[in-house]
Nanobody, 126 residues
Framework: QVQLVESGGGLVQPGGSLRLSCAAS????????IGWFRQAPGKEREGVSS????????YYADSVKGRFTISRDNAKNTVYLQMNSLKPEDTAVYYC???????????????????WGQGTQVTVSS
């Protein structure tokens, strides 16, 4: 069955870094775009970054541009989100999700993503 499993979250001080991983199984990752979303308590889900199946069409929300980098290793069935210069406002549960390239839109549209991971908590605090 299709599965997306996030890992790499944790507690980090402001200015620190984390790398999130999204491990895919049950489908051919190289046929799908992957997006990273986040949701903080009391806030709406936000599209953070996404990338098409071939690594093109990269998108970043303005709030993370210049600090976050999305990448993928289709051979390892894994997508990454490198997060640098973290701020307290980056605190949220981070989810990865997939969408076919044919439905890939930016800015990101959550309803077009059909499978989601369970999320990983990122807390930025001193």
């Amino acid at each position: 069955q299709v599965q997306l499993v996030e890992s790499g979250g944790g507690l980090v001080q402001p200015g620190g870094s984390l790398r999130l991983s999204c491990a895919a199984s049950g489908f051919a990752l190289d046929s799908y775009a992957i997006g990273w979303f986040r949701q903080a308590p009391g806030k709406e889900r936000e599209g953070v970054s996404s990338m098409k199946s071939n690594g093109g069409g990269t998108y970043y929300a303005d709030s993370v541009k210049g600090r976050f980098t999305i990448s993928r290793d289709n051979a390892k069935n894994t997508v990454y989100l490198q997060m640098n210069s973290l701020k307290p406002e980056d605190t949220a549960v981070y989810y990865c999700a997939r969408t076919p390239d044919s439905l890939y839109l930016v800015p990101m549209v959550a309803r077009l993503y059909d499978y989601w991971g369970q999320g990983t908590q990122v807390t930025v605090s001193s």
